[in-house]
């Protein structure tokens, strides 16, 4: 098969522009990836949004709230684990990892974070803990409670 010169141009030319588009793509999937954590998770709050109610269920740290939270977490032995947090001791946990201190005692109650989800990553490239915090809108934390989504 013989192109002309001008075939051989386009041909050329077609071929920049999908290098060019595939670097442009892996650009962006690389800026888009690097703002997820990539790190080892350590602990989370999802607000509890599954079907079933938590009314005849008690908070897993201080033993007499109704739950709102799931809260997950791992074991020494590197395990997930799940049990399900108030609202008051959800924020402890936040305001003690905020803080940086191992015990609720440090921790005042002044202040409170309005959040859906709080996750927190350990990232060996840093050598440093990320915290993720999620806040629905009023429109999805209303549909998302009753079961919508």
Same mark, same amino acid.
């Given at each position: ?9 386009? /041909?050329?030319?077609? *071929? ?5 588009? *595939?670097?442009?793509?892996? /650009? *962006?999937?690389? +800026? ?5 954590? %990539?790190?080892?998770? *350590? ?5 509890? /949004? ?15 709230? %109704? ?17 399900? +947090? ?22 005042? +109650? ?19 803990? %990320? ?19």
């Amino acid at each position: 098969m013989v192109y002309s010169e001008h075939a051989k141009a386009c /041909i050329v030319a077609h *071929i920049q522009v999908v290098v060019s588009i *595939i670097s442009c793509v892996s /650009i *962006i999937k690389e +800026l888009f990836m690097s703002r997820i954590p %990539t790190g080892v998770l *350590i602990w989370s709050l999802k607000r509890y /949004i599954k079907d079933e109610n938590l009314w005849d269920r008690v908070c897993f740290r201080c033993k007499q709230a %109704t739950p709102v939270f799931e809260y997950e977490h791992r074991d020494e032995l590197e395990r997930s684990l799940f049990h399900f +947090l108030c609202e008051e001791c959800a924020q402890k946990k936040l305001a003690e990892w905020l803080q940086c201190a191992q015990s609720p005692d440090y921790v005042s +109650l002044g202040y409170q974070t309005d959040f859906d989800i709080a996750t927190v990553f350990y990232e060996q490239k840093n050598d440093g803990e %990320t915290l993720t915090l999620i806040r629905w809108s009023p429109e999805q934390r209303q549909r998302r409670l009753q079961g919508a989504e």
